[in-house]
């Protein structure tokens, strides 16, 4: 079946540092990725969907120029946590579609957990 | 408007014994429902899905589901708890229009006991 990966998987950094995070498809050509946030014992929750050679649409509270999405190619899309803060320590998922649209052709990588001191 | 609601946030079940994972919704519409379960360390995998189709959804792994539009529930069922449950249980309501808009609950931890 169809693959994503997250790298990487966890990340600790200092409070006004950036962080990346990539996503990649393995297998398959995404033209849309999604990323979304999990606050413990808390829903996921959509940040944003970036497709392929355009600018990324972000839900409505989060801060573009915090989370900067890019997805350069098909198969990978990267999302930077700017001037990270110990509120931005969280999971962070992405998943990738293929196909048509509907969530059940997303599929989810394995998530980075980010903490920020 | 959508939500979702997964009663239980913890559920622990012998091995063999039956498993019942809660999820109620709410929609101004007829929704899409779903079920994802999360491995540690591996992304959410589509279980089994609801989509205007027959009510009782037949999935993976031996899982199902009945969409009751009455009681506005999607609980997940399945008749023996193998030791490889053991993961995180996502249940998500979707919209079907032209922009998909998809709620998440808060995730049900099935905890299978040998």
């Known amino acids: ?117 | 408007a959508q939500s979702v609601t997964q009663l239980d946030s913890h559920v622990s079940v012998s091995e063999g014994t039956p498993v019942l994972l809660r999820c109620n919704y709410s929609s101004s519409y007829s929704p899409s429902l779903f079920w994802y379960v999360q491995h540690p360390n591996k992304g959410l995998q589509l279980l089994l899905k609801y989509t205007s189709a027959a009510t009782l959804v037949k999935g993976i792994n031996g899982f199902e589901a009945e969409f009751k539009k009455s009681e506005t529930s999607f609980h997940l069922t399945k008749p023996s708890a193998h030791m490889s449950d053991a993961a995180e249980y996502f249940c998500v309501v979707s919209n079907t229009g032209g922009y998909q808009k998809v709620t998440f609950g808060t995730g049900t931890k099935l905890q299978v006991i040998p």
């Open chain 1, 1 to 117: 079946g169809a693959v994503v990966s997250q790298h990487p998987s966890r990340v600790i950094c200092k409070s006004g540092t950036s962080v990346k995070i990539e996503c990649r498809s393995l297998d398959f050509q995404a033209t849309t990725m999604f990323w979304y946030r999990q606050f413990p014992k808390k829903s996921l929750m959509l940040m944003a969907t970036s497709n392929e050679g355009s600018k990324a649409t972000y839900e409505q509270g989060v801060e573009k120029d915090k989370f900067l999405i890019n997805h350069a190619s098909l198969t990978l899309s990267t999302l930077t946590v700017t001037s990270a803060h110990p509120e931005d320590s969280s999971f962070y998922i992405c998943s990738a579609r293929q196909g048509l649209a509907g969530i059940e052709t997303q599929y989810f990588g394995p998530g980075t957990r980010l903490l920020v001191l």
